[in-house]
């Protein structure tokens, strides 16, 4: 009888899942990075292009997302620290070769252009919450973050400073955002020691991953039908190009070495087979962009569901990547 | 200077003592080991099945993705190429575990990453690593390879040997003698 048998005395309960190293929480704040990055994209490009008052839950109120979302996307990742207490040492070096740490100072550096927007528009966005919903219970809150930022010293001085110089801001602000996106990618392709994610074209895919939930967020929140049905396009455009990237992610995998084949069966007949067919490329992509196709051509459809869809499918997504970058890995028996 | 590590698969009988030496000299907490043994067996019973033995650890490599990926740092090499980490520098972020393809780091107890130092306190005082020094059948032959009269150096000399996955690209610095 043919026998193979290998036992590690590194089968100690503390050392061999180490698969926990990275688990929901960095999943989740990849999510919200890239939702962030979309969402100021689309509002700053809208911006320059001068739509500012065509498309208001574009360029006013849904950026106030943003903010919160990289806020919240940066607590739970100090939090998720196992040394969380020397969280500041990131800030005290740059690190070109360390793409966590060019994200951290990325991350830090948009959070201020992204208050920011949200803050110069925030009397819009209390207007546009009246006119819509009188009953929002997020308007009084609005109403009173506005009065109390009028009271504060400098921050009115500020914000003549930057509603000035938004334009400049904004093309900053769009780099900036496309940085972020692309860093969320980059953050898992940086390692060669697991196959799945050394890939270069992981940086584009979580991109437009991003940009496209984004997207499906503003379609869900807006109630302006051109505004919808732009959005819809654009979802669709991003859904053709996220499929592009997943065939030519699988195709590198493929023609790569032993661990990057490995890594690509993990997904073609392996564990993750079903999952990421049927929940990502099924629900999250190709049925929303079925739903979307059928909106465009006169059918009736609550745009909620492709809407829900996509982003489900964006965070699934970033999920399966964590957990399954993790399984792969080379042959070091 | 360049430090490395032989191990010879065909004296190893498992012992588990470079195990035991790390922990008491390293203070490894419980449950916790910066070397461990692999134990394999192959073939075809009972005509040619064979077992041999590994002892690993961190392999120094030449080619650091761990001190590449580390965000701030804290994941360094020192003089000999051997790869440390400053506790206090450290966040614990798991970078450098997820870079590692020989998963030889792990998280501490109080949160920072803890690996081999290839005993470098000991080194210092003109001693042996603590796992060399301990080996009851001379498996591990511990030197500087830049120095041809070495006892690594001679061994990489006189035997065949090979490291694990050299396709990973990191010049590991571990050796393993047939």
Redo the contacts between chains.
């Keep these: ?10 089968a ?5 899942p ?1 698969l926990e ?2 688990g929901s929480v960095i999943a989740l704040y990849l999510f919200f990075g890239g939702l962030a990055a979309g969402l100021l994209f689309f509002a700053n490009f809208f911006y320059l292009k001068g739509k500012a008052d065509s498309m208001p839950m574009s360029v006013k109120v849904a950026p106030i997302i943003a903010p919160i979302i990289i806020i919240l996307g940066s607590m739970i990742l100090v939090y998720d ?7 500041w ?2 800030f ?2 740059v ?1 070109m ?5 060019w994200g ?1 100072w990325t991350l830090s550096a948009i959070m201020i252009p992204a208050i920011l927007w949200s803050l110069s528009y925030l009397e819009d966005t209390i207007e546009y919450l009246q006119n819509r919903n009188p009953k929002c219970k997020l308007i009084g809150l609005f109403i009173w973050a506005n009065n109390l930022i009028k009271k504060l010293p400098v921050l009115p001085w500020i914000m003549v400073l930057f509603n000035k110089n938004k334009k400049l801001i904004a093309y900053l602000t769009i780099y900036l955002s496309i940085v972020l996106g692309v860093y969320t990618g980059i953050l898992l392709s ?5 196959p799945l994610w050394n890939s270069a074209i992981l940086g584009p895919l979580f991109l437009t991953s991003g940009v496209s939930t984004a997207a499906a967020l503003i379609m869900w929140l807006s109630n302006d039908h051109s505004e919808r049905k732009m959005y819809s396009k654009i979802d669709l455009f991003l859904i053709a190009v996220e499929l592009f990237f997943i065939i030519h992610l699988f195709m590198g995998m493929l023609s790569g ?3 990057q084949v490995e890594a690509a069966q993990l997904f073609l007949g392996g564990p993750y087979t079903a999952m990421f067919w049927v929940l990502i490329v099924g629900m999250g992509l190709v049925v929303p962009a079925i739903l979307e196709i059928m909106e465009l051509s006169g059918f009736h459809i609550p745009i909620g569901i492709p809407a829900f869809l996509i982003l489900m499918g964006g965070l699934l997504f970033r999920f399966i990547m964590v957990y399954a970058g ?1 399984a792969s ?5 | 200077m360049r430090y490395a590590m032989a191990m010879d698969t065909r004296k190893c009988v498992g012992c ?1 003592d470079c ?1 035991v030496a790390c922990q008491t000299e390293n203070n490894v907490p419980l ?3 910066r070397d ?10 009972p005509e040619t ?1 064979q077992m041999h033995f590994k002892s ?1 650890r961190c392999m120094h490599c030449d080619n650091t ?1 761990c001190v ?7 994941s360094h090499i020192i003089e000999g190429g051997i790869v440390k980490v400053t506790h ?8 450098c ?7 030889a780091r ?2 501490h107890p ?4 803890d690996k081999c130092t290839f005993c470098d306190h000991r080194l210092a005082q003109g001693m042996n690593t603590a796992c060399v020094d301990v080996c009851p059948t001379s498996c591990l032959i511990f030197g500087d390879l830049d120095d041809p009269k070495s006892p690594v150096s001679k061994a990489l000399q006189e035997k065949d040997w090979y490291v ?2 050299p ?4 010049k590991p610095q571990l050796y393993f003698l047939k």
């Design positions: 009888m043919e026998e193979v048998l290998y036992v590690s005395g590194k100690l309960p503390h050392i061999t180490h190293v990275w620290l196992h040394h969380w207490m020397y969280f040492q990131l005290l070096h690190r070769e360390s793409p966590m740490s951290a940086a390692f060669n020691a697991r070495g032993v661990a993790q890995g080379f042959n070091i028996l | 588990s195990v449950g916790y080991c461990w043994i692999v134990e394999a067996v192959k073939g075809t019973y099945v690993e993705p590449r990926t580390c965000p701030t740092g804290a206090n520098e450290c966040i614990g972020c798991g970078a575990i997820e870079a590692c393809p020989y998963e792990y998280i109080d949160g920072y990453v694990l996955a396709e990973a690209g990191t």
